[in-house]
């Protein structure tokens, strides 16, 4: 028959094999003294399940710090004494006696709560962008901004940014948010600006609020789809109006001055600003160019279909000026982005570079009417719309439906010619102005 133990066994007692070794209480019938060979301690109740099956749930901590007593009201996880364990067991035993099976109920405990913690909005935001968002979206940097995260540079993982969304609604429950909240959030987006970011401007903004109601929404579909929450609340709010179509276009007297501005902003922005004029590329494209995407003889760019907008592969040829910029760059061989401030990640903050750029007497005007004014001009110059759509990577127009399925030719000296032409067209245009 098993001793009774006392609270000074309990603390004398030891281990002196390499396996645990478990101590019964004469006292308590199921419940063991469990000592590790390392010296820890632990209380075990030891029963049959309903079914008759043998099983074991691990109690607790030891306490022997504490009054012979203990605490009056034990818990299986909690830091118990002897008299605490021996009650504990006593009201299992009750369970068990009632058909009950205390260790199935403690694991169902366990993962409802471990269910809880991943249906956090921060946890779910952050599965969302390394689960979905990063493996199949460029812009998943920007989406995880608008959700209050942000990738750590030296580890690659996410962080929360301070006072962002993710860190208002950090231990938030998905089940909490519902429409009446999302609705309140993009109230707050459209008028005051997105939580932890920095505001560009004092006004209204419906771009502002409708990015935010895209982010969520494809966050909640994504979360549906993996049964983490049973309704998307966005469904049912109606998403704010898209922008209006731009139809900016630089003249040739704001071509000049942006050339010119653009020679005093703070290298190496001063060429990526000219190259987006003479390629007409994406803003991030340039951004993001990496020194291995450069032919060896400088005359073509070739970006891959992971970093362009359709996905396809795009050859982009370069005139002798653009040439010319791209050999001036200064950069370290050691770095594989060719525009960089810190010789590691690619360049950004192109808002605060644009705002610097003094172009006296020029309208409102945005980076990416550079693009728009380059196919503009082309087509000025009287470049065939298709080469156009070519040099700009657009499967449109003249491109689209089943002429776009069957015209496989890249037409590259098509499209080097043109490049060439809307080059010295800039720099006629530069020789005139100093004329």
Not at 121 to 130: G, L, M, P, V, Y
Not at 150 to 173: C, V, Y
Not at 190 to 205: A, F, Q, V, W
């Amino acid at each position: 028959m098993a001793k009774v133990l006392t609270a000074q066994a309990v603390s004398k007692l030891s281990c002196t094999g390499d396996l645990p070794r478990e101590v019964p209480d004469g006292k308590a019938p199921g419940l063991y003294l469990v000592i590790y060979p390392s010296g820890k301690k632990s209380w075990a109740l030891r029963f049959r399940r309903p079914d008759k099956r043998p099983a074991k749930l691990v109690l607790g901590s030891v306490n022997t710090q504490a009054d012979e007593d203990g605490d009056p009201d034990p818990v299986v996880g909690g830091y118990l004494t002897l008299a605490a364990a021996r009650r504990l067991a006593g009201a299992l035993s009750h369970e068990i006696a009632t058909g009950k099976d205390p260790a199935a109920n403690h694991q169902a405990k366990k993962q409802a709560i471990a269910l809880s913690a991943q249906n956090t909005f921060s946890a779910a935001a952050i599965d969302f962008i390394t689960q979905h968002a990063r493996k199949r979206t460029r812009g998943w940097r920007e989406q995880a901004r608008l959700l209050g995260l942000r990738e750590n540079e030296q580890s690659g993982d996410l962080e929360l940014i301070d006072k962002g969304l993710a860190s208002r609604w950090r231990d938030r429950p998905l089940h909490e948010i519902d429409a009446d909240t999302v609705f309140r959030l993009i109230e707050e987006v459209r008028h005051k600006g997105t939580p932890g970011l920095e505001r560009r401007n004092n006004e209204t903004s419906e771009p502002r609020a409708r990015a935010m109601h895209s982010v969520l929404s494809k966050m909640f579909n994504w979360l549906a789809e993996k049964r983490r929450v049973s309704l998307n609340p966005l469904d049912v709010l109606r998403r704010p109006p898209p922008p209006k179509a731009r139809d900016r276009v630089l003249n040739d007297r704001e071509i000049v001055a942006f050339w010119r501005a653009a020679a005093e902003a703070t290298k190496p922005f001063d060429a990526l600003l000219k190259l987006l004029l003479l390629t007409g590329a994406r803003l991030n494209e340039v951004a993001r160019m990496e020194a291995s995407e450069l032919s060896e003889d400088g005359k073509t760019w070739t970006i891959p279909g992971g970093r362009t907008k359709n996905h396809r592969t795009h050859v982009v040829p370069f005139s002798p000026l653009a040439r010319a910029i791209i050999t001036k760059v200064d950069r370290l061989e050691t770095c594989k982005h060719v525009f960089s401030t810190n010789q590691r990640t690619p360049v950004s903050g192109f808002s605060k570079i644009k705002g610097r750029l003094e172009m006296e007497g020029v309208p409102p005007w945005r980076l990416h009417d550079l693009r728009r004014t380059a196919a503009t001009h082309m087509a000025e110059l009287g470049i065939a719309p298709h080469i156009i759509e070519l040099c700009l990577n657009h499967v449109s127009g003249a491109r689209a439906g089943v002429a776009g399925i069957y015209n496989r030719s890249v037409q590259m000296e098509q499209r080097r010619a043109a490049v060439e032409v809307w080059a010295r067209h800039v720099a006629g245009l530069l020789r005139r102005a100093k004329a």
